[in-house]
């Protein structure tokens, strides 16, 4: 079984930032790509950000230049560091892992079980 678990969120005002984390626990061959999606009240869930095991970082062009993705592959964890954020940053925020199990080598799609984060004045 693998699980991944975020922490970080909260609320905070306009211009504000926080930290998101997600650490992935469990039967972990090897982590592909981790990302993190998001799911605003009647909305559908988008992409936010995605970081591969190894390549260039993609981001949704809404947060371009505010969120950065990393990842530290010795902790099996990824991380959305969230700045100058806005009233419509405010989502559910998932995180999002390919993940190969150790024993049939197969590559299988996680998501978290999400944290809510409030930009609000």
């Known amino acids: 079984q693998v699980q991944l678990v975020e922490s970080g969120g909260g609320l905070v005002q306009p211009g504000g930032s926080l930290r998101l984390s997600c650490a992935a626990s469990?039967?972990?061959?090897?982590?592909?790509?981790m990302g993190w999606y998001r799911q605003a009240p009647g909305k559908q869930r988008e992409l936010v950000a995605t970081?591969?095991?190894?390549?260039?970082?993609n981001y949704a062009d809404s947060v371009k230049g505010r969120f950065t993705i990393s990842r530290d592959n010795t902790k099996n964890t990824v991380y959305l560091q969230m700045n100058y954020l806005k009233p419509e940053d405010t989502a559910v925020y998932y995180c999002?892992?390919?993940?190969?199990?150790?024993?049939?080598?197969?590559?299988?799609?996680?998501w978290g079980q999400g944290t809510q984060v409030t930009v609000s004045s």
């Open positions: 999002n892992a390919d993940i190969v199990s150790p024993s049939t080598l197969w590559s299988n799609n996680f």
């Open positions: 469990g039967k972990i061959g090897s982590i592909e790509a």
């Open positions: 970081i591969p095991s190894t390549g260039s970082t």
